[in-house]
């Protein structure tokens, strides 16, 4: 059986310029990141709206923890 650890990482949308886009180049550098340490991405779930517009979103990880 596989047991499993999982991490969150909480990403903010772009500022009052631009607001509810993701900044595409974070995202893909810290997923890379956390990718070379045997982080898997699960999901994204999308956080909090302000008016309409997405101000922020998690990524959900998991890794297999080995005994």
């Known amino acids: 059986m596989h047991t499993w650890e ?3 990482i909480k990403f903010f949308a772009q500022g009052p310029m631009d ?3 993701i900044d595409d180049v974070e ?3 810290v997923l890379n990141e956390f990718g ?3 982080w898997e991405l699960v ?3 999308s956080g909090t709206r302000r008016d309409g517009e997405l101000m922020d979103f998690v990524a ?3 890794r297999e ?3």
């Open 6 to 8: 999982y991490r969150t």
């Open 19 to 21: 607001p509810g886009r």
């Open 27 to 29: 995202l893909e550098n």
């Open 36 to 38: 070379a340490r045997g």
């Open 43 to 45: 999901t994204i779930v």
């Open 60 to 62: 959900v990880l998991k």
């Open 65 to 67: 923890v080995l005994s």
